[in-house]
């Protein structure tokens, strides 16, 4: 069975099913050299000359020879092109009224409030009179993704494709999981890094992940637990199959006990989990397809992802002002991903590549990201006055 892979990008969860030997055929806007490399790979960008898209994605892929369909990043806000890309293939995702469902904000709040579990509280336009009990409010988009768009809310009167969600002292963080529309497994939990100036990032912008979350023996168990909790309630109540990944901020209440805060729930493949296919050895996407199929791995794999030998990390490295691209012909072998194509032009603000490291400790696993992120400034000559801009803002 050959299955189209479709999303704004899809290097991740391709090089997954490569390397367990699926038949796949992807679908995204970049077209990055090294996903090229490995598969048979269409771009908006650089084969089509379209601007991304749903209605781009829908127009292409359903030309493209598959009999299924898997969709990442960015299509769990569409659920219309991923019922038009799974018409006459087999859907290996969450279904799109799932996605209506999860996807609305004033559902998933309702969710959360009658289970109890933590959630950031949220309020849509017409709502804003409300936001007067909290010191700070973060705006951003009903279609959110990525951390684009983002910003702390000024009292101005909202958008209709806008929400407010309040602001949660902590460290930002996700977990990923396997689910079978029943039952549900934890596969991992990650501290997210947003908005890092060392990556070029800014704002509340995602720039990458490392894992796993730090946090001592005891509040380990605490965490795990709230996750599981639940991901288990969010699977059985909605019906969720496949990976999925929920964004939380881990905050500390009065007592010191941390709290797991939901912020928002990606029903589909994330970017964090190449992270733990690369420390636990296991197909991320060969679990994505069984769990759909109603297979989930056991509970004793739950226990073995718990524990990981160090710490691993990829953080994306943002460009701080236009660049031309050398000779990106190497980049794979230095364990860079993602990589843009020679002479490729990119702009102040984009991202230029995915760069990974691996550390005893999570201070040595951030230094390696950073030392990572500034070999590739050097190389592309994103700098200011001579010097990275990484030692710059350090």
Known sequence: MRVLIVGLSTRAIAQSAYEAGHDIVTLDYFGDSDQRALVENHSLLRDYDLAYGPEALVRVGRELDAQAVVYTAGLENDPWAVADLAEGRTLLGNEPDVLCQVRNWDVLRGFFRDAGIGFAETLLPGEEGLAEHCE???????????????????????ACHQILQ?????????????????????????????????????GFA??????????????????????????????????????????????????GRPQPVVVEVNPRYTASMELFESAHDESIFSLH?????GHLPTSQDQARWK???????????????????PDTGGWFGLGRHDVPHTG?????????????????GRRGCWSGLLEAAESVRREIGDQIGGVTWTQRSS
């Open 136 to 158: 700070r409010w973060v705006r951003k988009p009903v279609r959110s993704g990525g951390g684009r768009d983002v910003d702390y809310w000024d009292g101005s009167a909202l």
């Open 206 to 255: 995602w720039c990458g992940n490392m894992v796993p979350l730090e946090l001592a023996k005891a509040d380990r168990e605490i965490v795990w637990h709230d996750i599981a909790t639940a991901v288990s309630r969010l699977t059985k109540h909605f019906g969720l199959r496949g990976v999925n990944g929920v964004d939380f901020v881990l905050h500390r209440c009065a007592d």
């Open 344 to 360: 490729e032009r990119i702009e102040a603000g984009h991202p230029v590549c995915t760069v990974f490291a691996r550390g005893d």
């Open 166 to 202: 309040a602001y949660v002292d902590g460290v930002p963080a996700s977990a990923a999981f396997v689910a079978d529309g029943e039952d549900s497994l934890v596969i991992g939990v990650t501290e997210q890094l947003i908005g890092r100036e060392e990556l070029g990032a800014a």
């Open 307 to 325: 524990r990981t030998d160090g710490y691993l990390g990829k953080a994306i490295v943002f460009a701080k002002r236009p660049v031309t691209m």
């Open 289 to 293: 397809v069984e769990a759909v199929k």
